[in-house]
């Protein structure tokens, strides 16, 4: 098995095997802009985001060391002793560990309802805390976190563009960034999951990883089209599609190692242990990290060969390589230009001359 994935590496590195990111760009960029529209549709569809209580506001009751964790009798507290209560949802955060999150309560409200959890799950008085957390503190956390991501966004373009050389490669990066933001929080919403300052982190953690595998493509493409002009055996889209294929097991090989610790949290921790509060920030990793690789691959590197592709000098280089294949220019001829126009007919008048009259 260990050989076998070798040698698929190697075969990629020496393009020996290849998949086709770049010449089937169109399809690849086209199904991501599809994806990128249905993600922004779906909480606009689903009438807007699962947001957590930190950006609603509303009342919160934690009750610990609980034996029997079944969130019905917890439901059922609510209902009884609060019958005005709205958006009331009981959860498992942890082992032996319940949450209640429900609309804001009145001070009597708030009172009847610790009481009532209290007598419902068994447990004393101070095993049940409860809090009211404003909506102002979640507005306050969304503008923070667009503040950052439009920052986050100005500096990764302008350093992109310093490093690479190239504005170009900074608009591709943006686009595959926006793919993997995008779609990432449409999943999340179609999925139902609550959005809390945690999965907040998280989107904004997969922003990051995305970023460096962007980069380390990146670095191989300019790698492979540095003085591309010269050669007359491959072109600009050859050498991109190159540079991703000889990249794709680094990627792949990234990316299981960024999952499988957070699917570690994800599917152990926060699904069978219980552990609730691990359930959104490793999710929106989980699903970020993977989506992420995707965005480069079939995003970011597609669009930067769709912008360099209609440039003339690569529109040059790429006909006269097609012009050597064909046998039309020899191998190290200089350089033509192929968008000249072919010169004139030239009238020559030939004058006799009597050689017999001398």
């Known amino acids: 098995m260990a050989n076998k994935l ?34 922004a ?58 949450r209640a999150q429900m609309s804001e309560l009145t001070d009597d409200e708030t009172l009847a309802v610790g009481q009532a959890l209290q007598s419902a799950y068994g447990v004393s008085a101070d095993q049940v805390t409860s809090s009211f957390v404003g909506p102002t503190w979640g507005a306050g956390v969304t503008r923070q976190a667009l503040v950052g991501l439009v920052w986050f966004i100005l500096l990764v373009m302008i350093g992109m563009a310093l490093y690479f050389r190239t504005w170009k490669m900074s608009v591709s990066a943006i686009a595959g960034l926006i793919f993997t933001i995008v779609t990432t929080v449409g999943l999340y919403a179609l999925i139902g999951f609550e959005i809390t300052p945690s999965a907040i982190i998280g989107f904004l953690t997969v922003l990051s990883y995305s970023l460096y595998d962007t980069v ?20 600009f889209a050859e050498q991109v599609n190159l540079a991703v294929n000889q990249t794709l097991v680094r990627s792949i090989n990234t990316s299981i190692v960024g999952i499988l610790p ?20 490793s999710l929106a990793l989980f699903v970020g990290i993977i989506i992420g690789t995707l965005g480069t691959l079939f995003v970011a590197a597609p669009a930067y060969a769709a ?52």
């Open 307 to 358: 912008l360099r592709l209609g440039e003339k000098g690569v529109r040059e280089h790429t006909e006269l390589v097609r012009r050597a294949r064909q046998g039309q220019v020899e191998e190290g001829d200089e350089r033509e230009d192929v968008d000249a126009q072919p010169a004139a007919p030239v009238m020559v008048t030939v004058h006799s001359v009597n050689l017999d009259s001398k």
């Open 41 to 98: 549709l779906v909480p606009v569809v689903r009438g807007g985001f699962n947001l957590g209580i930190e950006f609603r506001g509303g009342s919160e009751f934690t009750v610990s060391q609980v034996v029997d964790t079944d969130i019905s009798i917890g439901q059922q507290a609510i209902a009884d002793a609060a019958p005005e209560a709205t958006d009331v949802r009981v959860t498992n955060i942890a082992a032996g560990t319940v």
């Open 216 to 235: 380390v493509v990146f670095d191989k493409i300019r790698e492979n089209t540095e003085g591309l002009e010269k050669r007359r055996d491959t072109t």
């Open 262 to 281: 957070v699917g570690s949290i994800l599917f152990i921790g926060a699904l069978l242990l219980g552990a609730g509060t691990l359930k959104d920030l």
């Open 6 to 39: 070798a040698q698929f590496g190697n075969e990629l590195h020496s393009g020996q095997r290849s998949f086709g990111f770049v010449p089937k760009r169109r399809l690849w960029l086209t199904i991501a802009l599809a994806l990128v529209v249905l993600a």
